[in-house]
C-alpha cells in the first residue's frame, strides 16, 4: 500500500506561482503513470497534468486550461511528483490531489487564486 502526501497548496494573488508536491511513502520507481487533479466546489474532479513514463522517457501531457502555466516533473529519487504552477488565475483555486498508478491518491491539499 503506497499513501501519498500531498503539500504547497496555500493561498496566492493571481498571477502568482506555487509548487505542490506530492511524496509516496514508498519507492516510486515503477509507477509509470502519475497525474494531477483538481477539484472545485460543485464541480467533478478533473486532470489537470498527467506524466507516463516509458523506458527513460517521461511524457507529460495537460489539460488546456493549464498548458503553457503549469509543469508537472517526478524525481524518483525523492519518490515525488511536483506540480508546478504560474500565473495563476481565480479559476485554478480548487482542492489539489496527486494520483499515483491509478490507484493511489493524496488526500488533496488547496489552492486559492485572489483576484
Known amino acids: 500500500q503506497v499513501q501519498l502526501v500531498e503539500s504547497g497548496g496555500g493561498s496566492v494573488q493571481a498571477g502568482g506561482s506555487l509548487r505542490l508536491s506530492c511524496t509516496a511513502s514508498g519507492s516510486i520507481a515503477s509507477i509509470n503513470d502519475m497525474g494531477w487533479y483538481r477539484q472545485a466546489p460543485g464541480k467533478q474532479r478533473d486532470l489537470v497534468a498527467s506524466i507516463s513514463t516509458r523506458g527513460s522517457i517521461n511524457y507529460a501531457d495537460y489539460a488546456d486550461s493549464v498548458k503553457g502555466r503549469f509543469t508537472i516533473s517526478r524525481d524518483n529519487a525523492k519518490n515525488t511528483v511536483y506540480l508546478q504552477m504560474n500565473a495563476l488565475k481565480s479559476e485554478d483555486t480548487a482542492v489539489y490531489y496527486c494520483?499515483?498508478?491509478?490507484?493511489?491518491w493524496g488526500q488533496g491539499t488547496q489552492v486559492t487564486v485572489s483576484s
Open positions: 494520483m499515483m498508478a491509478g490507484i493511489y
